[in-house]
């Protein structure tokens, strides 16, 4: 089965859990398909991204006949290609200041309510352009099926995703979830939970601890002098190098050095 076939069974099945909350998803090019966007259950509202070449219609808001024929026109407007509207100086770009990845950036953009065909069909989505200063790509294409959405609201929900690709990441290579033994299905169901438990647990217990930076003792690295924040292999570091000093062979000396709670005084009776 496809990666896509499941992402539509999932999205199923939370709509089935949650059949009166709205639901929010936000996904890359990946999963910004005619497998997902066409079988879209009633109050999810997807955020994706599409090719700069993608072919968009927009449609006809007044009954129009063929100049050649006479005949009554239905199909909808074929639209230039985003990267044409980016080029396209009728239209200037539009700025505005958000918050992306923790930063203040600014933001060049245009915007516009289109369909398109090839991956949902006749469902209208608000289409945002936005001018990439650096790196390969020179134009980002973002989506929302929720036509109330600003620009603003499509950009950042679509930047919010990041934090959900760097947990998968630390799972899959500094907690071993992509590399797990199971084979029964139980255990395989298991395995998800308990790597998502762990991780959590690690991050509580540090957010706890309230450490300041400087007694973290993060590494330095010679191509990233600029690292001033904590990161999940440092977290991961600190609890390695706190475990092994602990006596595992004597449970009452572990039990022994835990922090005695505090006892509450009991109300007094009337």
């Known amino acids: 089965m496809k990666k896509t076939q499941l992402a539509r069974q999932l999205l199923e099945q939370v709509s089935r859990w949650l059949p009166h909350k709205p639901v929010e998803v936000v996904a890359d090019c990946a999963y910004s398909c005619r497998e997902v966007l ?9 955020v994706g991204a599409m090719r700069a070449d993608s072919t968009l219609h927009r449609p006809r808001t007044r009954p129009c006949r063929s100049p ?35 930063a203040t950036t600014q933001v060049q953009y245009k915007e516009l309510v289109a369909r398109w065909y ?30 109330s959405r600003t620009a603003r ?17 630390d799972l899959k290579q500094l907690l071993g979830f992509a590399s797990s033994r199971a084979r ?15 991780y959590t647990l690690l991050v509580l217990w540090y957010m706890e601890l309230g450490w300041d930076t400087s007694r ?26 706190t475990l092994a000093s602990v006596d595992w062979v004597d ?20």
């Open 216 to 241: 973290m003792g993060l590494p330095l690295r010679p191509w990233c002098r600029t690292k001033h924040t904590v990161s999940f292999a440092d977290i991961l570091r600190l609890a390695q190098r």
């Open 38 to 46: 066409r079988h879209l259950p009633p109050g999810v509202v997807f």
């Open 68 to 102: 050649a024929t006479g005949r009554l026109l239905t199909k909808d407007i074929l639209l230039p290609k985003p990267e044409k509207i980016a080029r396209d100086d009728k239209h200037p770009w539009l700025s505005m200041t958000l918050t992306l990845y923790g």
């Open 153 to 169: 609201q499509v950009i950042e929900d679509h930047g919010s995703r990041w934090g959900i690709e760097v947990l998968f990441r």
């Open 184 to 198: 029964s299905p139980l255990a395989v169901l298991r395995t998800a939970p308990w790597v998502g438990v762990c």
């Open 251 to 270: 449970p009452r000396l572990l039990l022994a050095r835990l922090p005695q709670p505090t006892s509450r005084p009991r109300p007094r009776a009337a």
């Open 118 to 147: 090839r991956s949902a069909g006749k469902l209208l989505l608000k289409i945002v352009l936005v001018k990439v200063p650096r790196g390969e790509l020179s134009l980002r294409v973002f989506f929302c099926t929720d036509l």
